[in-house]
C-alpha cells in the first residue's frame, strides 16, 4: 500500500472540490446471504455545473440490481443495458443539457465500480441508491459467518507504469484523510446465531427486537480508511445441510466436517499418499516493511517450513517488483540441509523488493509445472493491489490442473477480487487476514486444509420434475468445515414445490447428504437466490479456462498461418464468454463487467458548456496494526520452533517441568528419551492447547507419524504411549 505522510497538507482533501458529502449502508442478513443499500450523497457547492466520478469497490461475488438518482423531487431508476450503449447513452445527454447517471464495473478488477453524476447544478444535492445482495463468507472453521464491506480502494502497483496507478482507469487520487464519513447499521436475524462481534469497528448491538439484532457503530464521523467487518458467531447445534428457496429457485449449502471428508475419500478407495509439493510465494514489496507485517509474515513462514510432511517438495519465492527464489529448482526435497537453508532466510528476509508486481513469478511457477505423480499446493501472502488483476487471474487458470493456490490477504484493504479469484480459478482456498490478528493462525488453518482429504465430484440431485440449471455448472471442492454453496434454477415458472421434495448430495454413488423443503415460499418479489444464482453462473465464466494460455509455437514466418489461427481461436472463445456475459447480465438484471446502469434525468433549456470534471479523492487505508499475541500463542509458537526437521523434539527435565510441571522422570518409560518427550509435546498441544490446534496441526501430524515409524509401526504401542502420558499429564 501507499505511504503518505500524515503532516502532508497536499494530501488532505478540501471541501470545496469533494461533491461526495456523505455516504450510509443499510444491510439486511439472512442465514448465508446480505442485501445492502449503500446511499450517497454528491451536493454542487461551485457556481457551475460538474460532473462526478467516485470509484469505490463491492465484494466480488455481489450482484448489483439496483441504480437509482434522487435530485429535487424527481427519482430516476437507472436501466440495465450494454456497457457501449450505456456509455453512448450518457455522453448524448449531457451533450443535449440534460442530467445524466452511469454506474459501471471496471473490466479489469471485479471489485471495483464506478459512479458518474453527470451534469450536477450549483446548489443542487443528488442522492444515489445502490443495491446489492452478497454470499457471507464460513470462516474460522466453520464457527463463525464474516460480512465485509469494503469502503476503501487500495492503491494500485502497475507494473507497465512502475508505480502507483489510479484505480478503475480515472484520475482519482489518494489522500490521507476525506471530508466524507460513513454511517452504517445491519439487521441480522436471530436464527442459530449466539454472538456478533467486529474486528474493524466499535460496534452497538440492539438486542430489544424480536426477531433480528440492530448492529449500528459505536462512534460517530466514522471515515472509510478500513473494511467494515461482523463476525456472526453460530449456534452448535445447526445442520451441516441447508436447503432455501423461493419462486423457482434453490440454493443449498453443505459444510462438511471432517469425517464426511474422511469417509468420501475412503469410499472412492484414494488412501495411498500422494508426493505433494509446496510453494510459498511472499509479498516483499515495500508495502510490507512494517515491522508488524514482515514480523507475523516470517511467522507465517517458519510456521508453514515447520509444518511440511517429510518427503515432500518446497521451494520459496519472494516478490515485489522482482521475484527471487530460494532454490534455482522449482522444488526441492525437504530434507535437514534445505530446511536449515530455508530457516536462515526466512529468519534474515525483509520487505525490500519495491512494487507489488505478481504476474513474472506466477510465469516463473507455471512454466516449472510440478513432475508426473506429484500434487502442487501455492500459498500465497500479499497485502497490496495490483493494477493487471485480469492476467494474474488468466494465468493462474492456466495451472489449475497441476497446482492449487491457497491466497491470504493481509491488512485493512487487500484486493479481494484477487485473493478471491487466484483461489477460485484454482480450485484452492482463500482467506483474509484482519488487522490485530495473527498470521500464522490463518497460515494454519489454511495449511491444515491442504493436508486434509477434500470432497470432489460433488453431485446434486433435485429430484424434482422440472428442467433446473446448476449454478455453478461445475461443482469446486469443498474442504473440511468449508461451505459450499449450490444454486438451482427452475425454468418452469408454473412449478410449485411441495413437502415431499428431498434435495441430494452424492460423492460419485456415495450419499453425502440430504435436506428437505420444510417452508413452501409465498409468490414474492424476493429474488435473492435467482440474483445470486445468476452471478454464481457469470463469476464461473469469468474464472472460466481461457485458450491464453495456449503456449507459443515455431516463430518461423512459414509458420505464421498456424499461430494466427490459434491467436483468432483464443479471441473467438473470448468473445463468446463475453456475449454469454451479457446474456445472464440482463436476464437477472444484475452489473457485469460489460453491461452498466444508466439513467438520463430530461431537462428544460439545459445547457451543462461550462461543466467540469470532479473526481472524489480516496482515503487511503489505515496502516495495518497488529495486537501483540497472548502467552498460549506464543508458547504453541515457542514449541512449533524447537521441533527438529525430523518431527522429533529433544527436551531436556527442566523444560518438561516447565511446560508440564512434572519432571521428565515421572514419564519415563523404557524407551528413547526423544520419543517420550515428543509424545509428551504431542499430548500437551492436544489437551492444553486445543483452541489452537490450526497452528499446529501441520507439525503433530508430522511427529505422530514420525514416533509411529520409529516404534516399527506398531499402532498399540503407539496408542498406549500416548494414551499412558494422557493420564500423566
Not at 459512479?115 to 443528488?126: H, M
Not at 452478497?134 to 460480512?147: C, M, Q, S, Y
Not at 484505480?167 to 464519513?181: D, L, R
Not at 469417509?263 to 495411498?272: E, P, R
Request: a negative charge; aromatic letters at 8%; hydrophobic letters at 35%.
Amino acid at each position: 500500500m501507499l505511504r503518505i505522510k500524515k503532516d502532508s497538507q497536499a494530501n488532505i482533501a478540501t471541501n470545496k472540490y469533494v461533491p461526495l458529502k456523505e455516504i450510509s449502508i443499510e444491510g439486511k442478513i439472512h442465514s448465508f446471504a446480505a442485501d445492502v443499500t449503500i446511499k450517497q450523497i454528491f451536493r454542487n457547492d461551485e457556481t457551475i455545473p460538474i460532473e462526478a466520478v467516485y470509484c469505490f469497490p463491492i465484494e466480488e461475488q455481489a450482484a448489483i440490481y439496483a441504480f437509482t438518482a434522487r435530485i429535487d423531487d424527481r427519482q430516476i431508476e437507472a436501466q440495465l443495458k450494454e456497457k457501449k450503449e450505456a456509455q453512448k447513452e450518457y455522453n448524448d445527454a449531457l451533450q443535449q443539457g440534460h442530467g445524466a447517471y452511469l454506474l459501471e464495473q471496471h473490466e479489469n478488477s471485479q471489485d471495483n465500480f464506478i459512479i458518474n453524476v453527470g451534469a450536477l447544478p450549483p446548489g443542487k444535492e443528488c442522492h444515489i441508491t445502490i443495491s446489492y445482495v452478497t454470499e457471507l463468507d464460513l470462516v474460522k472453521n466453520g464457527t463463525n459467518i464474516r460480512f465485509v464491506i469494503p469502503t476503501t480502494i487500495a492503491p494500485c502497483y502497475n507494473p507497465i507504469k512502475g508505480g502507483i496507478a489510479s484505480p478503475a482507469g480515472t484520475n482519482s487520487k489518494y489522500v490521507q484523510s476525506s471530508p466524507y464519513t460513513v454511517q452504517f447499521q445491519c439487521e441480522i436475524e436471530k436464527n442459530n446465531i449466539s454472538s456478533i462481534s467486529s474486528s474493524s469497528h466499535p460496534i452497538q448491538v440492539d438486542f430489544s427486537q424480536q426477531d433480528y439484532y440492530m448492529i449500528k457503530f459505536g462512534q460517530d464521523n466514522i471515515h472509510l480508511d478500513r473494511d467494515i467487518l461482523l463476525d456472526i458467531h453460530l449456534s452448535e447445534d445447526r445442520s451441516n445441510t441447508i436447503l432455501a428457496i423461493e419462486s423457482n429457485a434453490l440454493m443449498v449449502s453443505f459444510t462438511p466436517n471432517e469425517k464426511d471428508c474422511q469417509q468420501a475419500m475412503n469410499n472412492n478407495n484414494n488412501n495411498s499418499e500422494i508426493t505433494n509439493e509446496f510453494l510459498f510465494i511472499v509479498d516483499c514489496s515495500g508495502s510490507m516493511r512494517d515491522e508488524n507485517k514482515i514480523r507475523f509474515a516470517r511467522q507465517s513462514m517458519l510456521l508453514f517450513l515447520k509444518s511440511l510432511p517429510l518427503n515432500s517438495y518446497f521451494n520459496i519465492i519472494r516478490f515485489g517488483t522482482n521475484y527471487e527464489l530460494l532454490f534455482n529448482d522449482a522444488t526441492v526435497i525437504y530434507n535437514e540441509e534445505n530446511f536449515k537453508q530455508a530457516e536462515q532466510m526466512i529468519n534474515n528476509m525483509k520487505a525490500n523488493l519495491g512494487g507489488t508486481q505478481l504476474l513474472e513469478p506466477l510465469k516463473w511457477v507455471e512454466e516449472h509445472s510440478p513432475k508426473e505423480g506429484r500434487c502442487r499446493q501455492i500459498f500465497l501472502l500479499t497485502d497490496g493491489e495490483i493494477a493487471n488483476v485480469s492476467e494474474v487471474l488468466n494465468l493462474s487458470r492456466s495451472m489449475s490442473k497441476s497446482c492449487r493456490i491457497f491466497s491470504f490477504g493481509l491488512g485493512k484493504s487487500p484486493s479481494r477480487s484477487l485473493v478471491k479469484g487466484l483461489a477460485r480459478s484454482t480450485n484452492g482456498c482463500f482467506c483474509f487476514i484482519p488487522p490485530s490478528t495473527n498470521v500464522d493462525i490463518y497460515v494454519g488453518q489454511q495449511l491444515e486444509k491442504a493436508l486434509q482429504p477434500s470432497i470432489t465430484n460433488i453431485e446434486i440431485k433435485w429430484n424434482l420434475s422440472t428442467e433446473i440449471t446448476t449454478a455453478p455448472t461445475n461443482i469446486p471442492p469443498v474442504y473440511v468445515n468449508d461451505r459450499l454453496i449450490v444454486y438451482g434454477l427452475i425454468n418452469d415458472e408454473s412449478f410449485v414445490f411441495n413437502h415431499n421434495t428431498i434435495i441430494e448430495l452424492y460423492n460419485n454413488t456415495n450419499k453425502l447428504s440430504e435436506a428437505n423443503v420444510k417452508r413452501i415460499p409465498n409468490v414474492t418479489n424476493d429474488e435473492t437466490i435467482h440474483r445470486l444464482a445468476g452471478k454464481a453462473l457469470i463469476l464461473e465464466l469469468q474464472h472460466s479456462q481461457l485458450p491464453s494460455s495456449i503456449k507459443k509455437g515455431s516463430q518461423q514466418t512459414r509458420f505464421q498461418e498456424y499461430n494466427q489461427q490459434i491467436a483468432k481461436s483464443a479471441d473467438d472463445y473470448k468473445d463468446e464468454i463475453k456475449k454469454r456475459i451479457i446474456e445472464l447480465s440482463l436476464k437477472y438484471n444484475i452489473l457485469s463487467p460489460y453491461t452498466s446502469f444508466v439513467g438520463i434525468e430530461k431537462r428544460l433549456n439545459g445547457n451543462n458548456d461550462q461543466m467540469v470534471l470532479r473526481e472524489v479523492p480516496i482515503q487511503i487505508s489505515a496502516d495495518d496494526q497488529h495486537l501483540q499475541t497472548h502467552d498460549n500463542q506464543n508458547i504453541v509458537r515457542y514449541l512449533i520452533g524447537e521441533q527438529k526437521f525430523d518431527g522429533l523434539w529433544y527436551f531436556d527435565s527442566e523444560i518438561i517441568k516447565e511446560l508440564t510441571g512434572k519432571s521428565l522422570n515421572e514419564f519415563q518409560r523404557s524407551i528413547n528419551q526423544e520419543l517420550i518427550v515428543t509424545a509428551i509435546i504431542i499430548v500437551l498441544l492436544e489437551t492444553r492447547f486445543s483452541s489452537l490446534s490450526s497452528m499446529y496441526y501441520g507439525i503433530v501430524q508430522k511427529a505422530r507419524k514420525r514416533l509411529f515409524d520409529l516404534l516399527i509401526k506398531d499402532n498399540t504401542k503407539f496408542q498406549t504411549l500416548l494414551d499412558d502420558v494422557r493420564k500423566q499429564l
